[in-house]
C-alpha cells in the first residue's frame, strides 16, 4: 500500500491524501482547496498530482474548504466515483460549495480585468455551480459509529472529531497480501470544551495515524476567559468609543459559535443594547443546517434550548441576505457589530466592510481564528503594516485589531495530544504530520515524541510512502 501526501503538507490548506491499494483501489482522504493567497492558489489547485478518472473514492473528514473545495473540479475533470462522508458533511457542502463557485467567478473576473489591462492571458474558473450542484448527486452518507464495508477487502468508520458539524476521523482498515493494515486520518481535531459540539471521540485503534498540526505551537486560552475579553472588546468599541466592531468569521462553525455566546450574553442581560448583524448568506443558510442537528450539539446547548427555543437568535440580531442591506451598513453611523465571511479576509463582503472602516479608529477588526500567513487575515494583524493593501488601493491602518484565539475549532496541542491517549502508542507503527506550518509541525512531532510516539514523520508535499 502506497500513501501520497498530495496537500496539506507542511502547510496548513489544501488537504489531499491518496491511498493506492495492493489491489489497485485508488482512495483519496479529503479533496481541499488551497486557500490564503488569492488567486496565487490557483496554479496550486489545477494541479491535482492524480488523474480524477482513476480515482474510486473520496472520504471526506469534513465540509470546510480547504477539506472539500475541490470536489467540483475533480467531478469537472471525470471524477465518478463515490464521495462518502457524514450526513451533516453533505448537507453542508451542498451550500458551501455552490458558494465557493461564485467566488470564484468573482475573483477570477476581477484577476482578469486586471490581466487584460496588461495584455496578458486570462484564465477560466476551476469550477462553477453547474459541477457544484452536479457533483453532491455522488455523496454517500455514514453515520458516526457505523462499520461500513466499501469492498470485500477495505472497511470504513467515521467517529466524531468535535472540530465542526458533522467533521470526523476517518479509520479504515485493508487487507493486504501482508496482512491488514490499519489507517487513521484526524481531519482536524476539535477541542474537549466547545460552544456548542460534543466533544471529539475516542476512535479505533490504528497502526498508521495521519494527524493535523494547526496549533502544534500553542495553547488556547480558558473559554470564560474568551467569554470576558469578547465582552469587553464589544463594551470598549461600540459603548466607550461609539464604533463598530467587524468579525471576520467563517460561515460554517466559527459565526455560529460568536451568535450563540451573543445569545448567551443577552440572555444574561450582559450585552450592551446594540445591533449585531450576521452579513453573509452562507451563514443564514449553514445556521439552518445547525438547527437541524441539535442531537449533535453539547449538554450546554440542549439545556439552553429548554428555556430558549433558538440559540442562534436574539431580538437585536438580524440575519442580512441582501447585497442592498448588506452596503447600507457601511453608511450607517451608529454602534453595531458585523459578524461576516470570510475570516481570513480573503473574500466575501467582509472584505468590504473592512475597506470601508480601516481608517476609523472608533473600529476594532476582531479576529478569532487561524489565518495562514499570507491571508489578509495575516497581514492585518503585522504591527509593522501601517498600509494594508485591499482590492488594489492602499489604507491607512487606524482601526484597531484585537485576536482571540479561544474561539479556534482547532485544539491545541495539549488538547490533541491528551486526544491521541486514546491509541496505544506502542501500536502505532508510524505516525504522519500534515496541515500545519513548519514551526508547528516541528514543534507538535516534540510533543508527540514525549506523549510515547515513535516514527514520526512530516512529509513533504508529492513524497510517497509505502506502508
Same mark, same amino acid.
Given at each position: 500500500?502506497?500513501?501520497?501526501?498530495?496537500?496539506?503538507?507542511?502547510?496548513?490548506?489544501?488537504?489531499?491524501?491518496?491511498?493506492?491499494?495492493?489491489?489497485?483501489?485508488?482512495?483519496?482522504?479529503?479533496?481541499?482547496?488551497?486557500?490564503?493567497?488569492?488567486?496565487?492558489?490557483?496554479?496550486?489547485?489545477?494541479?491535482?498530482?492524480?488523474?480524477?478518472?482513476?480515482?474510486?473514492?473520496?472520504?471526506?473528514?469534513?465540509?470546510?474548504?480547504?477539506?472539500?473545495?475541490?470536489?467540483?473540479?475533480?467531478?469537472?475533470?471525470?471524477?465518478?466515483?463515490?464521495?462518502?462522508?457524514?450526513?451533516?458533511?453533505?448537507?453542508?457542502?451542498?451550500?458551501?460549495?455552490?458558494?465557493?463557485?461564485?467566488?470564484?467567478?468573482?475573483?477570477?473576473?476581477?484577476?482578469?480585468?486586471?490581466?487584460?489591462?496588461?495584455?496578458?492571458? +486570462?484564465?477560466?474558473?476551476?469550477?462553477?455551480?453547474?459541477?457544484?450542484?452536479?457533483?453532491?448527486?455522488?455523496?454517500?452518507?455514514?453515520?458516526?459509529?457505523?462499520?461500513?464495508?466499501?469492498?470485500?477487502?477495505?472497511?470504513?468508520?467515521?467517529?466524531?472529531?468535535?472540530? #465542526?458539524?458533522?467533521?470526523?476521523?476517518?479509520?479504515?482498515?485493508?487487507?493486504?497480501?501482508?496482512?491488514?493494515?490499519?489507517?487513521?486520518?484526524?481531519?482536524?481535531?476539535?477541542?474537549?470544551?466547545?460552544?456548542?459540539?460534543?466533544?471529539?471521540?475516542?476512535?479505533?485503534?490504528?497502526?498508521?495515524?495521519?494527524?493535523?498540526?494547526?496549533?502544534?505551537?500553542?495553547?488556547?486560552? &480558558?473559554?470564560?476567559?474568551?467569554?470576558? &475579553?469578547?465582552?469587553?472588546?464589544?463594551?470598549?468599541?461600540?459603548?466607550?468609543?461609539?464604533?463598530?466592531?467587524?468579525?471576520?468569521?467563517?460561515?460554517?462553525?466559527?459565526?455560529?459559535?460568536?451568535?450563540?455566546?451573543?445569545?448567551?450574553?443577552?440572555?444574561?442581560?450582559?450585552?450592551?443594547?446594540?445591533?449585531?448583524?450576521?452579513?453573509?448568506?452562507?451563514?443564514?443558510?449553514?445556521?439552518?443546517?445547525?438547527?437541524?442537528?441539535?442531537?449533535?450539539?453539547?449538554?450546554?446547548?440542549?439545556?439552553? #434550548?429548554?428555556?430558549?427555543?433558538?440559540?442562534?437568535?436574539?431580538?437585536?440580531?438580524?440575519?442580512?441576505?441582501?447585497?442592498?442591506?448588506?452596503?447600507?451598513?457601511?453608511?450607517?453611523?451608529?454602534?453595531?457589530?458585523?459578524?461576516?465571511?470570510?475570516?481570513?479576509?480573503?473574500?466575501?463582503?467582509?472584505?468590504?466592510?473592512?475597506?470601508?472602516?480601516?481608517?476609523?479608529?472608533? +473600529?476594532?477588526?476582531?479576529?478569532?481564528?487561524?489565518? +495562514?500567513?499570507?491571508?489578509?487575515?495575516?497581514?492585518?494583524?503585522?504591527?509593522?503594516?501601517?498600509?494594508?493593501?485591499?482590492?488594489?488601493?492602499?489604507?491607512?491602518?487606524?482601526?484597531?485589531?484585537?485576536?482571540?484565539?479561544?474561539?479556534?475549532?482547532?485544539?491545541?496541542?495539549?488538547?490533541?495530544?491528551?486526544?491521541?491517549?486514546?491509541?496505544?502508542?506502542?501500536?502505532?507503527?508510524?505516525?504522519?504530520?500534515?496541515?500545519?506550518?513548519?514551526?508547528?509541525?516541528?514543534?507538535?512531532?516534540?510533543?508527540?515524541?514525549?506523549?510515547?510516539?515513535?516514527?514520526?514523520?512530516?512529509?513533504?508535499?508529492?513524497?510517497?510512502?509505502?506502508?
Amino acid at each position: 500500500m502506497k500513501i501520497q501526501f498530495l496537500g496539506a503538507a507542511r502547510e496548513v490548506t489544501g488537504s489531499k491524501h491518496l491511498i493506492i491499494t495492493d489491489k489497485g483501489k485508488r482512495i483519496l482522504l479529503d479533496c481541499g482547496m488551497y486557500q490564503g493567497k488569492g488567486m496565487e492558489t490557483d496554479a496550486q489547485n489545477r494541479e491535482l498530482g492524480f488523474d480524477p478518472e482513476e480515482l474510486d473514492y473520496v472520504i471526506l473528514s469534513h465540509a470546510h474548504i480547504d477539506h472539500s473545495g475541490l470536489i467540483p473540479y475533480i467531478y469537472k475533470l471525470g471524477f465518478r466515483g463515490t464521495i462518502y462522508c457524514t450526513p451533516a458533511t453533505r448537507d453542508l457542502c451542498a451550500i458551501m460549495l455552490k458558494d465557493t463557485a461564485f467566488i470564484l467567478q468573482q475573483d477570477v473576473r476581477w484577476y482578469n480585468k486586471k490581466m487584460q489591462r496588461q495584455h496578458k492571458p +486570462t484564465i477560466k474558473p476551476l469550477f462553477d455551480a453547474n459541477h457544484a450542484e452536479r457533483c453532491m448527486h455522488l455523496f454517500v452518507t455514514i453515520d458516526y459509529d457505523r462499520l461500513f464495508h466499501l469492498t470485500d477487502d477495505i472497511t470504513l468508520r467515521f467517529t466524531n472529531s468535535g472540530h #465542526m458539524l458533522g467533521s470526523a476521523i476517518v479509520s479504515l482498515e485493508v487487507k493486504e497480501r501482508d496482512g491488514v493494515k490499519r489507517i487513521a486520518f484526524t481531519g482536524d481535531i476539535g477541542r474537549p470544551h466547545s460552544y456548542l459540539l460534543c466533544p471529539p471521540q475516542p476512535f479505533p485503534q490504528c497502526d498508521y495515524l495521519i494527524t493535523e498540526s494547526t496549533y502544534g505551537d500553542r495553547l488556547h486560552e &480558558e473559554r470564560l476567559v474568551t467569554e470576558n &475579553e469578547f465582552l469587553s472588546i464589544v463594551e470598549d468599541t461600540c459603548v466607550k468609543n461609539k464604533g463598530k466592531l467587524i468579525i471576520p468569521s467563517f460561515s460554517v462553525g466559527r459565526t455560529q459559535d460568536i451568535v450563540y455566546v451573543l445569545n448567551k450574553l443577552y440572555n444574561e442581560h450582559r450585552l450592551p443594547s446594540i445591533n449585531v448583524y450576521v452579513d453573509s448568506p452562507l451563514s443564514v443558510n449553514a445556521t439552518n443546517i445547525f438547527k437541524l442537528y441539535t442531537d449533535l450539539m453539547n449538554d450546554d446547548v440542549r439545556e439552553t #434550548m429548554l428555556y430558549d427555543k433558538d440559540p442562534f437568535g436574539f431580538n437585536s440580531l438580524t440575519y442580512i441576505t441582501d447585497i442592498h442591506e448588506s452596503k447600507a451598513l457601511n453608511n450607517d453611523k451608529r454602534p453595531c457589530i458585523i459578524i461576516s465571511a470570510s475570516g481570513m479576509l480573503e473574500a466575501g463582503r467582509v472584505k468590504h466592510h473592512v475597506a470601508n472602516h480601516i481608517e476609523d479608529p472608533t +473600529t476594532t477588526i476582531l479576529i478569532v481564528g487561524y489565518c +495562514t500567513p499570507t491571508s489578509l487575515g495575516a497581514r492585518i494583524q503585522d504591527p509593522k503594516k501601517k498600509y494594508i493593501s485591499i482590492f488594489g488601493f492602499d489604507h491607512k491602518k487606524l482601526a484597531r485589531i484585537k485576536k482571540i484565539e479561544g474561539f479556534s475549532g482547532h485544539g491545541d496541542y495539549k488538547e490533541m495530544i491528551e486526544y491521541l491517549g486514546c491509541q496505544d502508542v506502542n501500536k502505532v507503527k508510524h505516525t504522519f504530520i500534515v496541515h500545519g506550518e513548519e514551526h508547528a509541525q516541528s514543534e507538535f512531532k516534540d510533543h508527540l515524541y514525549e506523549a510515547g510516539f515513535r516514527g514520526i514523520s512530516i512529509p513533504e508535499r508529492g513524497e510517497e510512502v509505502e506502508i
